[in-house]
């Protein structure tokens, strides 16, 4: 039996279910990075707050690879995560994440997402290589990055992120949040001067609204994703899921900023 929305709940035994219905709510954050870490972390606070009646969601973007993408959507984009120590286990299925876009087929309908006024918070859960800088923390014009100053087929966080805003500055000159979700030291700082780069060599223009407008909190987040390749059976969950997550009890997570805005995203 697969896991997905039309599941017996009946058969649950130990596994909670989302009480919520994420399709009927409003399209809020746009993640770049739909990876385990990400699953295991940011979309488990989510799940807790749509669990408190939050009327939010998440839009998922990967870059590197359509198999979480494939997978998720067979599934309703429901997935099951697992907390475990040595004396501790707790098995959810959360259902934060109400679609997850490729980044070489979708970005037209990634670009209308950062461009509308319904996407106020954007987040990043990448590695330190996604973020294309060099030696210096400048940005690193490599081939990819080239590519995507052509604004063909998109590779980069950096040029999604780039051509998303200059969009938004056109459209509608609204305010954004751009949160790294990750340990990177000085993480928001490093990223609004990669992406102010890169804006520079295509519409320097919007420079001083995107200065005065796009915040890059700076964040630290904590918690231990083992990479898993237990399948259902060894977690006794009475159905099939391609997409499990298996992290620690413990997380935590930093943000620094005074922007209110970000308290209706995180506060239950």
């Known amino acids: 039996m697969q896991l997905n929305k039309n599941i017996n709940r009946n058969l ?8 919520y ?3 009927n709510n409003e399209d809020c954050i746009l993640h770049f990075g739909i990876g385990n870490f990400h699953r295991a972390h940011q979309a488990l606070y989510i799940h807790e707050i749509l669990e ?3 009327n939010i969601s998440i839009i998922g973007v990967n870059l590197r690879s359509e198999e979480t993408y494939n997978k998720m959507q067979l599934q309703d984009y429901l997935y099951s995560l697992v907390r475990i120590s040595n004396n501790y286990k707790k098995v959810d299925i959360l259902n934060p994440i109400k679609k997850v876009l490729f980044g070489l087929k979708h ?3 990634i670009r209308n997402l950062i461009v509308s006024e319904k996407i106020k918070l954007i987040t990043i859960t990448v590695t330190e290589k996604g973020y294309h800088f060099d030696k210096n923390k400048k940005l690193n014009f490599s081939n990819q990055i080239i590519n995507d100053l052509e604004d063909k087929e998109l590779s980069t966080l950096i040029g999604h992120l780039s051509f998303g805003i200059i969009e938004r500055y056109k459209k509608n000159k609204k305010k954004l949040i751009v949160l790294s979700c990750d340990n990177l030291s000085e993480n928001g700082t490093i990223l609004k001067n990669l992406v102010k780069q890169f804006i520079e060599k295509k519409y320097p223009k919007c420079l001083d609204w995107f200065d005065n407008n796009i915040e890059f ?9 083992p990479n898993n390749n237990k399948q259902s059976e060894y977690f006794n969950l009475p159905y099939n899921d391609n997409t499990i997550v298996v992290t620690e009890p413990y997380r935590d997570w930093y943000i620094q900023s005074n922007n209110d805005e970000l308290k209706k995203y995180f506060i239950k």
């Open 12 to 19: 649950l035994k130990e596994q909670s279910f989302p009480s």
């Open 107 to 109: 970005k037209n309908e």
């Open 217 to 225: 909190p700076l964040s630290m987040v904590d918690g231990i994703v």
């Open 52 to 54: 408190n009646n939050k």
């Open 21 to 23: 219905n994420i399709n």
